[in-house]
């Protein structure tokens, strides 16, 4: 081989130093992306087939070496749509292609990728900076059950929440064995109101008037509020009260209508209640009450259901309901305000009455050979011969919200490779200097 071999092999020196420099150059350009995974070089040496006596050590040739599965840092940004995951795979995104008459679709081959910093567009879907569509699997709003099948682009409702009627109201706490107001022990009857003779025991009244609502407010205590709708999700407040009549027995009262005058209804009795020596309710036997016809304020609410399991009647020094649980079923109308990520991948839509609505379970795909997908720009593989088919499903998988993965390339790393990478390949010109100094001896002997 002799001076020509020896600068041959410093050619491919200098050419794999190159190659290595070209990685570095682009890992520290893309220290800050997001998602970003670093190229590593990866030498090989290249020997002539010869002789054992003939053997020398051959040129270098660098190729590629992928960091796919080695995962940058969790940056916190604070922003709810943004995502990062913590483990093995990728997320599953889709392009969005435009046709000449103006009308969007999305590829179904997926591309793959660990860039999370998505938002919602102005049709309600999931892109990235890259411009990339997060898919998933859609989930039915009722059920919450995600449907099989291919993952498909995610996009969340473009219309407003319908309302919800109420249909249960879930009401608990402690009744004191005293309240705080002592007239309320009396059995006194409001001037104009007959006795109710069939109800046991007796109550003060089924009803009260507008001119008759001290007497209630002076012998009852507050029993709190909630705020219930109708078919059409128009609100309206149920405000209850207790009044202990003369048997030691609790009547709770709903005001039906807050604007009521003269001797039009105001109150009405909703239900009464008895309980055992040691606090537990006996009567109504059945805790889930159903109640029909109820009213208040002019808002019809239908038939509802109130569950009154956990009410007690136990001693309590301030004389007052506690509540320990007041709730209802029902809302209002409301628009799209913004979208959740659950940590196990289930996608939210939020909404401006403060419930969130079950959308689709993001696409998260693993590889048996991940280190061989085919990287695109943007910070997408696409699937190849060596990678295999993806296979989906989250597994041991975390999806952190509210931040997204840093790149994985190190500057401090990058600059130590590039001294080193930098003196290689000064090496290696000397090496081609040495030799064309032998090969000017060589000539100026035969001169």
Same mark, same amino acid.
């Given at each position: 081989?002799?001076?020509?071999?020896? /600068?041959?092999?410093?050619?491919?020196?200098?050419?794999?130093?190159?190659?290595?420099?070209?990685?570095?150059?682009?890992?520290?350009?893309?220290?800050?992306?997001?998602?970003?995974?670093?190229?590593?070089?990866?030498?090989?040496? /290249?020997?002539?087939?010869?002789?054992?006596?003939?053997?020398?050590?051959?040129?270098?040739? +660098?190729?590629?070496?992928?960091?796919?599965?080695?995962?940058?840092?969790?940056?916190?940004?604070?922003?709810?749509?943004?995502?990062?995951?913590?483990?093995?795979?990728?997320?599953?995104?889709?392009?969005?292609?435009?046709?000449?008459?103006?009308?969007?679709?999305?590829?179904?081959?997926?591309?793959?990728?660990?860039?999370?910093?998505?938002?919602?567009?102005?049709?309600?879907?999931?892109?990235?900076?890259?411009?990339?569509?997060? /898919?998933?699997?859609?989930?039915?709003?009722?059920?919450? /059950? &995600?449907?099989?099948?291919?993952?498909?682009?995610?996009?969340?409702?473009?219309?407003?929440?319908?309302?919800?009627?109420?249909?249960?109201?879930?009401?608990?706490?402690?009744?004191?064995?005293?309240?705080?107001?002592?007239?309320?022990?009396?059995?006194?009857?409001?001037?104009?109101? &007959?006795?109710?003779?069939?109800?046991?025991?007796?109550?003060?009244?089924?009803?009260?008037?507008?001119?008759?609502?001290?007497?209630?407010?002076?012998?009852?205590?507050?029993?709190?509020?909630?705020?219930?709708?109708?078919?059409?999700? *128009?609100?309206?407040?149920?405000?209850?009260?207790?009044?202990?009549?003369?048997?030691?027995?609790?009547?709770?009262?709903?005001?039906?209508?807050?604007?009521?005058?003269?001797?039009?209804?105001?109150?009405?009795?909703?239900?009464?209640?008895?309980?055992?020596?040691?606090?537990?309710?006996?009567?109504? +036997?059945?805790?889930?009450?159903?109640?029909?016809?109820?009213?208040?304020?002019?808002?019809?609410?239908?038939?509802?259901?109130?569950?009154?399991?956990?009410?007690?009647?136990?001693?309590?020094?301030?004389?007052?309901?506690?509540?320990?649980?007041?709730?209802?079923?029902?809302?209002?109308?409301?628009?799209?305000?913004?979208?959740?990520?659950?940590?196990?991948?289930?996608?939210?839509?939020?909404?401006?009455?403060?419930?969130?609505?079950?959308?689709?379970?993001?696409?998260?795909?693993?590889?048996?050979?991940?280190?061989?997908?085919?990287?695109?720009?943007?910070?997408?593989?696409?699937?190849?011969?060596?990678?295999?088919?993806?296979?989906?499903?989250?597994?041991?998988?975390?999806?952190?919200?509210?931040?997204?993965? +840093?790149?994985? &390339?190190?500057? *401090?790393?990058?600059?130590?490779?590039?001294?080193?990478?930098?003196?290689?390949?000064?090496?290696?010109?000397?090496?081609?200097?040495? &030799?064309?100094?032998?090969?000017?001896?060589?000539?100026?002997?035969?001169?």
């Amino acid at each position: 081989m002799g001076i020509f071999g020896a /600068m041959q092999t410093a050619v491919s020196g200098m050419a794999a130093q190159a190659y290595a420099l070209d990685n570095i150059s682009g890992n520290i350009a893309n220290s800050q992306t997001i998602g970003y995974k670093r190229i590593d070089t990866n030498f090989q040496d /290249m020997i002539p087939d010869l002789g054992l006596t003939a053997r020398i050590t051959g040129g270098v040739t +660098a190729t590629s070496l992928a960091t796919n599965a080695v995962a940058g840092a969790f940056k916190s940004t604070g922003i709810n749509s943004n995502i990062a995951l913590s483990g093995d795979g990728y997320f599953a995104t889709s392009q969005k292609t435009t046709t000449t008459s103006g009308a969007s679709s999305f590829s179904t081959s997926p591309f793959f990728t660990r860039r999370g910093d998505f938002t919602l567009d102005k049709n309600k879907t999931l892109v990235n900076g890259a411009g990339y569509y997060l /898919m998933g699997y859609t989930v039915d709003p009722t059920s919450g /059950m &995600a449907n099989s099948g291919v993952p498909t682009t995610i996009q969340l409702p473009t219309g407003d929440m319908p309302p919800k009627a109420t249909a249960t109201i879930t009401y608990q706490g402690n009744l004191p064995t005293t309240p705080s107001n002592p007239a309320s022990v009396a059995n006194a009857l409001p001037a104009g109101i &007959a006795a109710n003779p069939t109800a046991t025991p007796p109550v003060v009244a089924t009803t009260y008037s507008a001119n008759n609502e001290s007497t209630l407010l002076n012998a009852s205590i507050a029993g709190g509020s909630v705020t219930v709708y109708d078919a059409k999700g *128009s609100p309206a407040t149920l405000q209850t009260r207790w009044a202990k009549n003369a048997s030691g027995t609790y009547d709770l009262y709903y005001e039906n209508d807050s604007k009521a005058t003269g001797t039009s209804p105001k109150w009405t009795l909703l239900q009464n209640f008895q309980f055992d020596g040691s606090g537990n309710m006996t009567v109504p +036997a059945t805790p889930k009450v159903g109640v029909s016809g109820l009213s208040i304020d002019g808002t019809s609410l239908g038939s509802i259901t109130i569950d009154f399991t956990g009410m007690s009647q136990y001693g309590d020094t301030s004389g007052q309901f506690r509540t320990t649980n007041v709730a209802q079923d029902g809302y209002s109308s409301a628009s799209l305000t913004g979208v959740y990520f659950g940590d196990k991948g289930r996608v939210y839509a939020q909404y401006s009455n403060g419930l969130q609505q079950p959308v689709a379970d993001i696409a998260v795909a693993k590889f048996n050979g991940g280190q061989a997908l085919k990287r695109l720009d943007g910070g997408v593989y696409q699937q190849s011969d060596q990678s295999g088919d993806p296979i989906y499903g989250a597994g041991d998988s975390n999806i952190l919200v509210g931040g997204l993965e +840093a790149s994985n &390339a190190d500057i *401090s790393q990058e600059f130590s490779l590039m001294i080193a990478t930098q003196q290689a390949y000064s090496a290696n010109a000397k090496v081609i200097t040495a &030799a064309q100094q032998m090969m000017t001896e060589a000539v100026n002997v035969i001169r």
